[in-house]
């Protein structure tokens, strides 16, 4: 709190503040790991990094949703290539452990070593938040049996669809859907059944549309390679 008011950090609520501090945490932590690490010689000169399981170490009993926004924000942001293939891999295994009932997510080891870096991502997380922060202000428990555990088995399974769009190296096929499956992921957060309604309608209806342009793309290059015969 500052005397003109409280700093933009104490204005966030829920997911947000919660992964800014989960990040803040880390990078306080980096350099202790990184002296730890037998490779001292290029502690000092490397950028600040974590494993993806330091996160979710962090995390309570909300983890599918916070792992699922934390990785779904790089896919809402056009222009960036890569990163959204490497993270829908993850968010595969998270949403096909919710559609089998797993209450507490489980990471391949490989996945759980992943490491990213934590400038890099906060980051992601600010401009994330600064163009989609108001949803989160929004966000309030409604809904409560669209978010109960049975319900989260169902969403689980439906979120593979749009998770499924963002790993294909197309254009087109990854900001939309991160958006639907970051405001499901808020909508677990917050226990909100409207956000996470909303957010599979987006990512269905990109999916959906993709499909059908593509189908109809596909019938006119036919057309045209055989002469309409």
Not at 3 to 23: C, F, Q, S, Y
Not at 85 to 96: D, E, F, K
Not at 183 to 211: K, P, S
Request: charged content about 15%.
């Amino acid at each position: 709190m500052t005397e003109n008011g409280p700093t933009p950090k104490e204005k966030m609520r829920g997911a947000t503040r919660v992964l800014h501090d989960i990040l803040d945490d880390l990078k306080r932590a980096a350099p202790e790991t990184a002296a730890a690490s037998s490779d001292a010689a290029a502690a000092p000169t490397a950028a600040p990094s974590a494993a993806l399981g330091d996160v979710v170490d962090r995390l309570d009993e909300r983890a599918f949703g916070f792992l699922l926004l934390l990785l779904a924000l790089p896919c809402c942001l056009p222009f960036v290539y890569l990163l959204p293939q490497i993270v829908a891999l993850p968010m595969l295994a998270l949403a096909g452990q919710m559609a089998m009932g797993t209450r507490h997510p489980w990471l391949p080891q490989k996945l759980h070593d992943r490491r990213f870096e934590i400038a890099a991502f906060s980051n992601v997380l600010a401009r994330a938040e600064k163009y989609g922060g108001w949803l989160e202000r929004i966000a309030t428990p409604r809904l409560r049996p669209v978010t109960s555990h049975l319900a989260l088995r169902i969403i689980g399974g439906l979120m593979l669809l749009p998770i499924a769009s963002i790993l294909m190296p197309f254009p087109l096929t990854n900001t939309v859907p991160g958006i639907g499956v970051a405001i499901a992921a808020l909508g677990i957060i917050e226990r909100d059944g409207v956000l996470v309604t909303g957010g599979l309608l987006i990512g269905f209806i990109w999916v959906l549309l993709l499909i059908f342009v593509g189908a109809e793309t596909l019938h006119l290059v036919k057309d045209w390679l055989t002469g309409g015969a």
